[in-house]
C-alpha cells in the first residue's frame, strides 16, 4: 500500500518541489571559495559533501555556513586547528553523488561529512534505490580515503523546517523522510569508519530569512559533539596505515610534480601578494631571512624570498623539500643539532641557516608544492615559534594559489 501511495504521488511531489525551488533565486548563496578554517595546529582535514544544507543558502559566505561554523565547533572540541573542504550541488541526490566526486583525492580527508536526502526525500525516491545507491556511496567513500579517515552521514533534517516545503506536501516528504533516516541508520551500522548523526530541527530563523547563521552553527555543533571523539581517538592510536611502497611514492611525487606544473608559477617574476606575505613572516618571527619556496623536480625555487641571494637551490639540500613530506610543520631550532642537516651546504656554510621552521603549501587541488619557511643563523628554542601564526600565514598563501594573477 505504501508503494502504491508512493507511485501516485510521486509526480506530483516532483512538480511541487521543482515549483518551490524556483522561488530559491532570490535568497542569497555563499560566493566566496569553499573553503573555512580555524586557527591551530596539528589541524584536522575535514570535506563537507553533498547538498541541502552544505549548500549554505540564506548566508553570504562559507565562513557563516556549514564549513565556518564546523571548523569553529571542532576546533572548540578538539583544541586543533581544522581545515574544511567543500563540495556541494544543490541538485545533488544519493543517485548523482558520485559524479560530483570526479577526481577528488578522498584520502587527504581526516573526516567527510556527507549531507544527503532532502531532494530524495521530496521527490519520493524509493527505499530500494536509496539503498542501494547510498551503500554504492558509502563503499566508494571507504574505498577511496585513507582508512583512518572517518565518514560522518548526517540524517536528513525536517522537510517542514526548511520553510519554503512547509506546507501539507511537506508532511508526505517528511514521513519519507523519517523512512530513507531509518535505512540510512541500518546502513551505517553496518559499514566499518561509517557514523550516522540523526537529524534534529535547527532553531528557527529570524522573521524573513531563509536560514541565518545560527541554523548552521547549531547543526555544526551537533556534528562536532560526535566527531570530535572519533578523531581524538585516531590522533591517540595513530592512523592504521603502511609505509608506503615505492611505486606509491613513485605515483604520490608524479602527482605532485603536475600540481606544480599545472600552477604555471615557476620561474614567474616576482608577486607583490606574495612578497607581501613573505616580508610579513620575516617581521613577525623576526628572522633574517623568509621564503615562499616551490619544490620542482631536482631543485627548490623561490616565488618569493628575504634575506636570500639565490633564486634557487639543488632539492638535495633544501630544508623545505622535508617539510613537505608531513601536513604540519617543521621546527628546527638548531640545525648543527639535528642529524639530517648538521652536515648540509647551507648549514655549515658561513653565516648558514642554524634555525628554521616551514609550513607544508598545498596546490588548490590539495598537492604539497611547496613551503613558507623563516630562517636565520641564530639558533633559537622551539618553543618561542608561534606554529599558529606559522599556519596562518601559509594559508595566506595557498589562498592567493587559487586567485589567478589578473585578478589578485
Not at 584520502?107 to 567527510?112: E, T
Not at 533516516?181 to 551500522?189: G, K, M, Q, S
Request: proline share 7%.
Amino acid at each position: 500500500m505504501r508503494e502504491l501511495l508512493r507511485w501516485v504521488l510521486a509526480p506530483v511531489m516532483r512538480a511541487w518541489a521543482a515549483a518551490s525551488e524556483r522561488s530559491l533565486d532570490a535568497i542569497p548563496m555563499p560566493t566566496d571559495a569553499p573553503q573555512a578554517h580555524s586557527a591551530g595546529i596539528d589541524s584536522d582535514r575535514v570535506l563537507i559533501f553533498g547538498a541541502g544544507l552544505a549548500v549554505g543558502r540564506g548566508v553570504v559566505s562559507h565562513n557563516l555556513a556549514m564549513p565556518g561554523s564546523l571548523a569553529r565547533a571542532l576546533s572548540a572540541q578538539t583544541g586543533r586547528g581544522v581545515d574544511v573542504d567543500l563540495i556541494a550541488n544543490p541538485r545533488m541526490t544519493a543517485g548523482s553523488a558520485l559524479l560530483d566526486l570526479n577526481g577528488v583525492r578522498l584520502s587527504r580527508f581526516d573526516a567527510i561529512v556527507v549531507f544527503l536526502g532532502v531532494n530524495d526525500a521530496l521527490t519520493l525516491t524509493p527505499t530500494r534505490a536509496w539503498r542501494s545507491d547510498l551503500a554504492n556511496l558509502l563503499r566508494f567513500l571507504a574505498s577511496a580515503s585513507s582508512r583512518s579517515t572517518r565518514i560522518i552521514v548526517a540524517g536528513i533534517q525536517p522537510i517542514r523546517s526548511i520553510p519554503i516545503f512547509d506546507s501539507r506536501l511537506g508532511n508526505v516528504a517528511d514521513s519519507h523522510a523519517r523512512l530513507l533516516n531509518r535505512v540510512t541508520e541500518h546502513l551505517c551500522a553496518d559499514a566499518d569508519r561509517v557514523t550516522f548523526v540523526p537529524s534534529i530541527a535547527a532553531p528557527t530563523p529570524p522573521p524573513g530569512r531563509y536560514r541565518s547563521a545560527e541554523t548552521y552553527a547549531h547543526w555544526a555543533e551537533t556534528l562536532a559533539a560526535q566527531m570530535a571523539p572519533l578523531l581524538d581517538a585516531d590522533r591517540v592510536s595513530g592512523p592504521d596505515v603502511e609505509p608506503p611502497s615505492p611505486e606509491h611514492a613513485a605515483a604520490k611525487e608524479m602527482r605532485r610534480q603536475l600540481a606544480v606544473d599545472q600552477l604555471g608559477i615557476l620561474d614567474t617574476p616576482a608577486e607583490e601578494r606574495f612578497d607581501r606575505i613573505v616580508a610579513l613572516a620575516s617581521v613577525l618571527f623576526g628572522t633574517r631571512s623568509a621564503a615562499l619556496t616551490v619544490i620542482d623536480t631536482d631543485r627548490q625555487w623561490h616565488k618569493a624570498r628575504i634575506g636570500v641571494t639565490e633564486s634557487e637551490s639543488p632539492r638535495a639540500v633544501s630544508f623545505c623539500a622535508v617539510t613537505i613530506q608531513s601536513t604540519s610543520e617543521l621546527v628546527i631550532p638548531d640545525t648543527s643539532l639535528d642529524e639530517r642537516f648538521r652536515d648540509n651546504p647551507l648549514v655549515v656554510a658561513e653565516g648558514g641557516i642554524r634555525f628554521y621552521a616551514g609550513f607544508p603549501i598545498e596546490s588548490p587541488s590539495g598537492e604539497f608544492i611547496g613551503a613558507l619557511c623563516v630562517f636565520d643563523p641564530e639558533p633559537r628554542p622551539a618553543e618561542s615559534v608561534d606554529l599558529v601564526l606559522l599556519r596562518e600565514l601559509a594559508l595566506m598563501v595557498q589562498r592567493e594559489l587559487g586567485v589567478p594573477p589578473d585578478l589578485a
